[in-house]
């Protein structure tokens, strides 16, 4: 039994009618562990509540229909919310309902948009050929080209999701989508935004990186996009919720791509979508199979959800798709293929299966989707022969291993240029599922610190010590530092220390330390804080303690997939398959209320 000594018991406090306090109690429990809304007749169990709010007295429903605190959905404006057997508190109704009422928007105003970009992109036939590779030796080509799929469905629909696990070219086919776009419309202006500043600089400096052959105007178009966090896009008014953009001061892009959609919570994502413009169109990329956002809501994981088979389409789109086929290439599968759309969201959700970083067979990809899929007998496989290249299983937790690990550090300590130590920092990152005790963040940054302080690499003697790696923890847009941007403490040319860090072009700019807010030492992060980010190696440090609610298959999915080449996972047995058994079940109303898009029509 719990005790009434908490913040969900206080806030229940405040209201006035005594028998509803249990239901507040759980909503207030439940929204700090990231769920939307709760279902309370699947939740009244008191090893949930505290004395004294360990009973319900009456029928639920018939509580909640009484209720001056509870409103329906076209209702009075009450602190809850009752909508289809889920309590809301009334702002996060809200934002939900937002959410569903701009994706309608989109999904109206597209239809009449269709014919004539249909029309412009037959236009283009020819360059999208090129773009997809689609020639004579097509028909070596096993499976049907999914980019292309995604690509020519992004520039009809006005709102578009991209979901496919890492290395499947979701940022090449946004590289693509712009061709064809600045093909088009030369002029069209685009905003490229992303959660943090990482996965902004990292979606920049992958669009930067693209192997697809542009003419010089495409270039120089290419060259003008500056990825921006989702804050900076929206204009936040300093550090409160409020932004300069919304459905009263829409944002003024032919195109908004959002990057990293995943790590993007409710509140957010309602704001994003009340602010991209009646003719502005919408694509979010992002893995679905990822961890959800640290705040509540999983959105992008729900929206995905709604589609019971991925990359659906009508036989209308899949004529218009396979026109830019040429003979010899793989056609979508026919059981794709439908007359009528399932769903609203059909054909707005394109997954890319193919991953081009990861073989599906070894390493990290067979690693991976063994975990997402909670398949038993390979992830047995990995822990009793562990004699992958790219995986290495230490069920004993070595300190050797680990001190062989940290010594990759030095290599960043020891490069005078700091722009390349920035690079050889970000080689290599341990991930942590947990902050507190001795596996968690702050124990494993000490314990590296102090070991490369050991071997006389390290001079910890103050709190902003030359070398010392840090991460930035609040949003800071006046200096254009958000939360999880990286930095090295080093001297400048006069000796004094600043932070340096590494914008979107590739710049360095440096800070006196005391200006930029919170930081923390990053040897070693959250698989959290990691998304959005890569790196060469990864050692995933997962706590011995099976039982753990936050130890799921996102979880670990998340952190793995962060590794490019090879992964050191430190986990017993037990710890590895209870997180692969365990999923991430957030409540909303999302995929229950999506039908209330086509009723509405």
Not at 64 to 93: I, N
Not at 303 to 330: D, G, W, Y
Not at 422 to 445: F, P, S, T
Request: proline share 5%; net charge negative; aromatic share 6%.
């Amino acid at each position: 039994m719990q005790t009434i000594n908490d913040v969900h018991a206080q806030f229940a406090g405040f209201f006035p009618e005594v028998e509803l306090r249990p239901l507040i109690y759980l909503l207030s429990k439940k929204l700090s562990e990231g769920h939307v809304c709760i279902d309370p007749m699947a939740l009244l169990d008191s090893s949930e509540l505290p004395e004294p709010l360990d009973q319900v007295v009456g029928d639920v429903a018939q509580l909640l229909g009484d209720s001056q605190l509870v409103s329906t959905a076209c209702g009075p404006k009450r602190p809850m919310v009752w909508h289809r057997e889920r309590l809301y508190l009334q702002r996060y109704f809200h934002y939900e309902t937002v959410i569903l009422e701009r994706i309608k928007d989109f999904l109206d105003s597209e239809r009449e948009r269709f014919p004539a970009m249909k029309q412009a992109l037959e236009m283009q036939r020819e360059l999208i050929r090129r773009l997809f590779g689609a020639d004579e030796n097509a028909g070596s080509r096993p499976d049907f080209d999914w980019q292309m799929m995604a690509a020519l469905l992004a520039l009809v629909n006005q709102f578009t999701i991209i979901t496919g696990g890492p290395g499947t070219g979701k940022t090449t086919t946004v590289a693509k989508i712009l061709t064809i776009l600045f093909a088009v419309n030369p002029a069209a202006k685009v905003a490229l935004a992303a959660p943090t500043g990482k996965a902004a600089f990292r979606m920049a400096e992958s669009l930067k990186n693209t192997h697809i052959e542009l003419t010089e105007a495409v270039k120089e178009q290419f060259g003008r996009l500056e990825p921006v966090t989702l804050h900076r896009l929206l204009k936040a008014h300093g550090t409160s919720s409020k932004f300069r953009h919304h459905a009263g001061n829409p944002l003024r892009y032919d195109l908004v791509i959002v990057d990293e959609a995943s790590m993007v919570d409710v509140t957010l994502f309602a704001k994003l979508l009340d602010a991209v413009g009646s003719n502005t169109q919408l694509i979010l990329l992002g893995d679905k199979n990822q961890l959800a956002s640290v705040e509540a809501g999983s959105v992008l994981g729900d929206l995905c959800h709604t589609q019971s088979t991925m990359n659906v389409v009508t036989s209308e789109k899949a004529r218009f798709i396979q026109q830019f086929l040429v003979e010899a290439e793989p056609s979508i599968p026919h059981h794709l293929v439908v007359e009528a759309c399932p769903n609203p969201l059909a054909e707005h959700v394109v997954e890319l299966q193919k991953s081009h970083r990861f073989s599906d067979e070894k390493g990290i990809g067979l690693l991976s989707k063994a975990i997402i899929n909670n398949d038993q007998p390979v992830l047995q496989a990995f822990l009793l022969e562990n004699i992958d290249d790219a995986i290495t299983i230490d069920k004993g937790y070595d300190a050797e291993k680990f001190h062989a690990f940290a010594e990759g550090y030095r290599a960043y300590i020891q490069e005078p240029d700091t722009a390349l130590a920035l690079k050889k920092l970000n080689d290599l990152r341990v991930l942590c599922a947990i902050r507190e005790g001795d596996q968690g963040v702050y124990a494993v940054n000490r314990r590296i610190e102090g070991y490369l302080q050991e071997k006389k690499w390290l001079q910890p003697q103050n709190e902003f010590y030359e070398n010392r790696p840090v991460m930035v923890l609040q949003n800071n847009p006046g200096l254009r530092l958000f939360n999880g941007d990286i930095g090295i403490v080093r001297k400048d040319a006069e000796g004094s220390p600043k932070v340096w860090f590494e914008d979107a072009s590739g710049a360095l700019r440096a800070f006196i330390p005391g200006h930029i807010g919170a930081v923390e030492t990053v040897f070693a992060t959250t698989v959290h804080k990691s998304q959005g980010s890569e790196f060469d190696r990864v050692l995933v440090l997962l706590p011995n303690q099976p039982q753990l609610p936050i130890m799921t298959r996102e979880l670990v999915y998340t952190a793995i997939t962060r590794g490019k080449s090879h992964v050191l996972l430190q986990c017993t047995d037990e710890v590895l398959m209870a997180a692969a058994a365990r999923s991430v079940e957030r409540a909303s109303g999302l995929m229950h209320r999506i039908d209330e898009i086509t009723n509405k029509q």
